[in-house]
């Protein structure tokens, strides 16, 4: 089974950027599609970016799109989310997460998804 490590995360003000890491274990990292999910207090964990095995297709959620980018590389078994203009609502745990399985539809859902990281705290002020 894949071992995830995320860091990077932090407390920053409105508009600032950060860069989150995911560090895998085993040789096979270049077989999993990616994600990256979300999860704020008081709220279920929702879908923020994916990547396929090459890096070549990625989704965003909407809340996201045009602010994060997701990318990975297999040589370095890490996979990163770039995070521009960041806003008090970005505030969550940020978790990373592999799967076997891709298309549209399953990688924007947790239950697709069969590794997970034990989280960054990413924490936006005003």
């Known amino acids: 089974q894949v071992q995830l490590v995320e860091s990077g995360g932090g407390l920053v003000h409105d508009g600032a950027s950060l860069r989150l890491s995911c560090a895998a274990s085993?040789?096979?990292?270049?077989?999993?599609?990616m994600g990256w999910f979300r999860q704020a207090p008081g709220k279920e964990r929702e879908f923020v970016a994916a990547?396929?095995?090459?890096?070549?297709?990625?989704y965003y959620a909407d809340s996201v799109k045009g602010r994060f980018t997701i990318s990975r590389d297999n040589a370095k078994n890490t996979m990163w989310l770039l995070m521009n203009n960041l806003k008090p609502e970005d505030t969550a745990v940020y978790y990373c997460?592999?799967?076997?399985?891709?298309?549209?539809?399953?990688?924007?859902?947790?239950?697709?998804?069969?590794?997970w990281g034990q989280g960054t705290q990413v924490t936006v002020s005003t």
């Open positions: 990547i396929n095995w090459s890096g070549d297709t990625t």
């Open positions: 085993g040789r096979t990292f270049s077989r999993y599609a």
């Open positions: 997460a592999v799967t076997y399985s891709w298309s549209k539809t399953l990688a924007l859902g947790a239950s697709s998804y069969d590794s």
